[in-house]
């Protein structure tokens, strides 16, 4: 079983940086990849970033590419993502989520709210 606990969330203005960390429990040898989504309010989940265990594959959604950066470290069990720039399209919940296969994500943390204003 594995466990993901968000942080690091909170009410910034636009152009503030914020970092979100994911704390990972568990069996975290068997992770394949660790990504960030998003749901902002009245809209579906998004993905926003996903790095792979060795923190050599890693992949951004558009919309966030040249601003957020996804990073991990094994020795902590840690995922961040530093979001610099935010613009209040950014406001949402993000949460932290783990697939063992590459194919479903089987894990997901609760979330951390992220409010940008304008």
């Known amino acids: 079983q594995v466990q993901l606990v968000e942080s690091g969330g909170g009410l910034v203005r636009a152009g503030d940086s914020l970092r979100l960390s994911c704390a990972i429990s568990g069996r975290t040898s068997s992770i394949f990849w660790t990504a960030w989504f998003r749901q902002a309010p009245g809209k579906e989940r998004e993905f926003v970033a996903h790095?792979?265990?060795?923190?050599?594959?890693?992949l951004y959604a558009d919309s966030v590419k040249g601003r957020f950066t996804i990073s991990n470290d094994n020795a902590k069990n840690t995922v961040d993502l530093q979001m610099n720039n935010l613009k209040p399209e950014d406001t949402a919940i993000y949460y932290c989520?783990?697939?063992?296969?590459?194919?479903?994500?089987?894990?997901w943390g609760q979330g951390t709210q992220v409010t940008v204003s304008s």
């Open positions: 989520a783990l697939t063992e296969t590459g194919a479903n994500y089987d894990y």
């Open positions: 790095i792979s265990r060795s923190g050599i594959t890693l």
